[in-house]
């Protein structure tokens, strides 16, 4: 959803652009052939750009605020980055090799991961005791832009379906290599392709002239140009420049036919005069090429027939568009496909690949963003064992959150996983290293296959006797997991707990029943 509004605000961007400097440059040139190509070439340009993928740096790094959010936060996340907590999980993982705490009726047992995932249930990917999110201004424009799209294109489907009827019924007539079609009422002939609709006026009076003019749109292919801009004004429906764009397009296409008909031989004065009493006939379809005009086109096509042609001055205005187009590309063209190639592999300061086969695993650190945060990518190398897991972990101190309701949350995204994989959260009490407080590792709502970006959360309680957290995002098996976004923040007790330990029972004040009386 994100992607798709990022990607309609750079095309319309490119496209405005292109269309003013061409505006600037080339609107009163009379190489209308070139001109042409030339607005054709905005249109595709512009929807390509954005996907076209270009290194990082360049002029513009616009790759980098690439995010169109409009949630607010309500608090800052408080990030935990203490000094020195490589070694201390280093030293802390050798001793329990990543252990978790397992719940087995109401005893709390220790076991690693790969224990854990065999024991897994397949359930729903669901993000549990979170808060109800509303719908933000983002996910509004992205289905109000879908209503546009849906309901234009219904609309120019419902066209079309018209004018198919109207030329598979209608009686046809083979006219100098196009197909007239003679139909009743007062309107502008016009053109489909090889097809040419004519009022019984215009056959009875103009059929030379009319044909003639309707036969040089045909032979120019300029049904295709308008077919392609009806498409982007179905995609970009919401752009006010469109609609002058396609009356440029248009004056065009007559230009051309203009210069046409005239080489062959019509008289230039009876031409002109045909043109002025089709100045304010209506047109039937967008697509169509038609003959009528306004009072202001109607004089322009007079004037552009009187005028001396200037092709080669309007080449060389032509090449000013090319460094246009090179500033845009490295603007606003597509870095994400080529992160990849500049991805950094390695583990991030503070964090450490552990879990039952590490080895097996692999972390790069890409130069994408996600809404401004940093993307760091978790994959299986080949050959991976599906009872194996790896894990991109780090452990802290609780002092900062003691007495305290934590939620850590994170966003990921997944590909092709066919173990599972989630985050984890753990607290760890003080005294007996080998008692887990509180945990979660999203056991009961793993992330699996392939899914999109989502937040997920966990919610635990550090209790005073706690000493440390351990925390990361684990990947069982092969596959692939996207991270971004990992925050801790402080929540009130309204907000329930994931915590998967179960209390442990209260211990008696003092020896109790020792005569075994009871």
């Not at 248009?250 to 080489?263: G, R, T």
């Not at 500033?327 to 870095?335: D, Q």
């Not at 937040?455 to 706690?466: G, S, T």
């Not at 684990?474 to 309204?494: A, C, N, R, Y």
């Amino acid at each position: 959803m994100e992607t798709v509004l990022i990607y309609l605000v750079f095309a319309n961007i490119c496209f405005a652009v292109l269309f003013l400097f061409y505006r600037l440059l080339m609107r009163n040139q009379e190489n209308f052939a070139l001109n042409r190509w030339i607005m054709v070439s905005i249109l595709c340009v512009s929807v390509l750009i954005p996907l076209i993928p270009v290194p990082n740096g360049g002029w513009f790094n616009v790759s980098d605020s690439r995010s169109l959010t409009l949630q607010k936060q309500q608090d800052a996340p408080i990030r935990v980055v203490p000094e020195g907590r490589k070694n201390v999980w280093e030293e802390k993982s050798n001793q329990e090799q990543v252990s978790v705490a397992h719940i087995s009726g109401k005893q709390v047992e220790t076991k690693s991961f790969s224990d854990n995932i065999h024991n897994t249930p397949q359930v729903t990917i669901v993000t549990q005791h979170s808060n109800v999110q509303q719908i933000s201004l983002l996910q509004v424009l992205f289905w109000f832009y879908l209503a546009g799209v849906v309901f234009l294109s219904g609309r120019f489907l419902f066209g079309l379906i018209k004018i198919g009827r109207l030329l598979r019924r209608a009686p046809k007539e083979q006219v100098d290599g196009m197909y007239v079609i003679v139909v009743h009422g007062e309107f502008s002939p016009y053109s489909l392709g090889r097809y040419a609709v004519l009022s019984e006026e215009d056959y009875r009076n103009n059929l030379h002239e009319v044909v003639l003019h309707e036969k040089a749109h045909c032979g120019q292919g300029h049904i295709y140009d308008l077919f392609l801009v009806s498409v982007v004004e179905i995609l970009f429906w919401f752009n006010p420049l469109l609609k002058p764009f396609r009356r440029e397009l248009s004056e065009l296409h007559e230009y051309q036919a203009d210069q046409q008909v005239l080489a062959q031989g019509v008289d230039v004065a009876d031409y002109q005069m045909l043109i002025i009493k089709k100045s304010v006939g209506t047109q039937k379809f967008r697509w169509a090429t038609h003959l009528s005009n306004t009072y202001h086109q109607t004089k322009k096509r007079i004037v552009m027939m009187n005028r001396e042609n200037g092709q080669n001055r309007s080449r060389w205005y032509a090449l000013f568009l090319v460094p246009v187009v090179a500033v845009l590309l490295m603007s606003f063209g597509n870095r994400s496909e080529a992160s990849v190639q500049t991805a950094v592999k390695g583990v991030p300061e503070g964090w450490v690949m552990t879990g039952s086969a590490p080895k097996d695993y692999q972390v790069s650190v890409l130069p994408e963003k996600r809404e401004g945060n940093n993307v760091v990518l978790l994959e299986s190398v080949a050959n991976a064992d599906p009872s194996k897991f790896g894990t991109l972990s780090q452990y802290c101190s609780a002092d900062q959150y003691l007495g305290k309701r934590v939620r850590m949350a994170g966003y990921l995204k997944s590909e092709n996983v066919k173990n599972w994989a989630g985050m984890w959260f753990r607290v760890d009490d003080s005294k007996q290293k080998d008692l887990s407080l509180s945990f979660d590792n999203m056991s009961d709502r793993p992330i699996k296959n392939t899914t999109d970006w989502r937040k997920y959360e966990i919610v635990l309680d550090v209790p005073q006797e706690a000493g440390a957290m351990a925390f990361g995002v684990l990947l069982g098996g092969s596959g692939k997991v996207w991270i971004s976004g990992i925050s801790f923040e402080v929540v009130d007790q309204s907000v329930p707990t994931t915590n998967m330990v179960k209390e442990r029972a209260a211990l008696p004040q003092g020896p109790v029943n020792l005569d075994f009386a009871e």
